[in-house]
């Protein structure tokens, strides 16, 4: 019963975020209520605030969640798999719909940039994501850190990896939404991280 209902509370999560993503990118970030987001899900203001503490945070949800998803299968991998391949193939298993928001209408490529092309507009979504992106480095360090038998607290290594793939992520997304490159994200993220893997040689 009590996975049911977990499973039940984090389809609510997915949804609100979902919502909150649409309705923004339909109207703007200041002509969104906390209140419409609610009654677009059918769950009332308050049930969204036991969720999310702001709109900024319901909108960066999936970011953070997919992000924190990479280290959570760093981590369950096979222990034998090279580093790099494991965190490329981690990574690139996060822009399939998770399981958890199966139950959603199906995300197309240009609905997710234009989430994604907000995100990074709107200053108070951009400090969110950033935030989002320092929690999900350190469960991504740790994780390396567990990988390697290297200390997370002491040792420069997994906190630098972690840093680089999140770097190398961020700049993929850039250009994705902006439109400075033609590729996709499936195509722009394994070349970054295998550019930051290679030590970044001059072109």
């Known amino acids: 019963m009590s996975g049911l209902r977990e499973r039940k509370k984090e389809a609510t999560r997915a949804a609100l975020s979902w919502v909150a993503i649409r309705l923004t990118v339909e109207r703007g970030l200041n002509a969104v209520k906390i209140e419409d987001i609610a009654e677009a899900v059918g769950v009332s203001p308050r049930t969204f605030n036991n969720y999310f503490s702001s709109k900024a945070e319901a909108i960066t949800f999936r970011h953070l969640e997919r992000?924190?998803?990479?280290?959570?299968?760093?981590?369950?991998?096979?222990?034998?798999?090279?580093?790099?391949?494991?965190?490329?193939?981690?990574?690139?298993?996060?822009?399939?719909?998770?399981?958890?928001v199966r139950h959603m209408p199906p995300q197309e490529p240009a609905d997710w940039a234009a989430g994604l092309r907000v995100m990074l507009a709107e200053p108070a979504l951009e400090a969110e994501m950033l935030?989002?992106?320092?929690?999900?480095?350190?469960?991504?360090?740790?994780?390396?850190?567990?990988?390697?038998?290297?200390?997370?607290?002491?040792d420069l290594y997994p906190r630098l990896v972690a840093a680089s793939v999140m770097a190398a992520n961020y700049v993929a997304i850039e250009l994705f939404v902006q439109g400075g490159a033609e590729e996709s994200m499936e195509v722009l993220l394994p070349r970054a991280l295998h550019m930051v893997a290679a030590g970044l040689p001059t072109p």
Do not use: C
């Open 67 to 100: 992000s924190l998803r990479v280290a959570a299968e760093l981590r369950q991998g096979p222990q034998d798999e090279p580093l790099w391949e494991a965190i490329t193939h981690a990574a690139l298993r996060q822009l399939e719909p998770g399981p958890e």
């Open 131 to 154: 935030r989002a992106n320092k929690v999900a480095e350190k469960e991504l360090a740790a994780a390396i850190a567990d990988r390697t038998g290297t200390d997370v607290g002491s």
